[in-house]
C-alpha cells in the first residue's frame, strides 16, 4: 500500500477525465482507491462509516476533478479531501454521542475486529488491534504523522489546534501502542516443542 501523495497519475489522464472520460475515470479510481480507503478506515476505524467516506470522497473527486490545478499531484489532493471529509465526523456531535453511549459495545467490537485485508502475520493483527484501541483522534495523528507524512503543523492546522496538541497526541498514542504490543509477562515468548 502507497501512500497517496506518491501514486502517479499522469496528466494526459487527469484530462481525459475532466473531459468526461468514464475510461479514464475509471483508471483513477483503481489506481487511487485502495490507499484512499485504507486512509479513511485508519482514520475513523469504524469499516462501514469508512464505507461511507470512502464513498464521499470519491464522489468529490470526480465532481470537483474540474477545480484541480495541478500544483501537487492528485493523490496528494484527493488525501486533503479524504482527511477533511474524516476529521469532520470525527468532530461532528453525533460521532461524540455515539462514542459515550456504545463505549463498551465499540470496544469490544473493535478489539475483535480482524483487519479488512487478510493478514499475512500475525504483527499485523497485533498492529491492527492496538490501532483499534486507541482514541479516534489519538488514531488519526499517528496515522497522518506517521504513515502520511504530515508535520505537526499540518495537522494542528487540520484540527483547528496548537502544534503542541498534535506533538502530545502523537506521544500519548505512540504511548499507548507500545504498551498494547509490549509482550505480556504471562505469555511464553516461545512454543513449546
Known amino acids: 500500500m502507497s501512500r497517496l501523495a506518491d501514486i502517479p497519475i499522469p496528466e494526459d489522464l487527469i484530462a ?5 472520460d468514464e475510461a479514464a475515470r475509471a483508471a483513477i479510481y483503481r489506481a487511487l482507491a485502495p490507499a484512499v480507503f485504507a486512509l479513511i478506515r485508519r482514520l475513523v476505524g469504524n469499516r462501514a462509516v469508512a464505507e461511507d467516506l470512502f464513498q464521499d470522497t470519491l464522489m468529490a473527486l470526480f465532481q470537483r476533478l474540474a477545480d484541480f490545478r495541478g500544483e501537487a499531484p492528485l493523490g496528494a489532493w484527493v488525501r486533503q479531501i479524504a482527511v477533511s471529509r474524516c476529521l469532520m465526523y470525527l468532530r461532528s456531535p453525533w460521532h461524540r454521542a455515539r462514542l ?7 470496544v469490544f467490537l473493535r478489539s475483535a475486529t480482524l483487519p479488512a485485508t487478510p493478514a499475512t502475520s500475525a504483527e499485523m493483527v497485533d498492529i491492527e488491534r492496538a490501532l483499534a484501541r486507541l482514541t479516534p483522534v489519538g488514531r488519526a495523528v499517528v496515522w497522518l504523522f506517521e504513515v502520511e507524512g504530515y508535520s505537526h503543523e499540518e495537522i494542528a492546522r487540520l484540527f483547528g489546534r496548537s502544534v503542541s496538541f498534535s506533538k502530545s497526541q502523537l506521544a500519548r498514542a505512540l504511548a499507548r501502542l507500545r504498551l498494547g504490543l509490549a509482550p505480556r509477562e504471562d505469555q511464553e515468548a516461545c512454543t513449546p516443542i
Open 100 to 106: 459515550s453511549w456504545d463505549f463498551e459495545d465499540e
Open 16 to 20: 481525459r477525465a475532466r473531459g468526461g
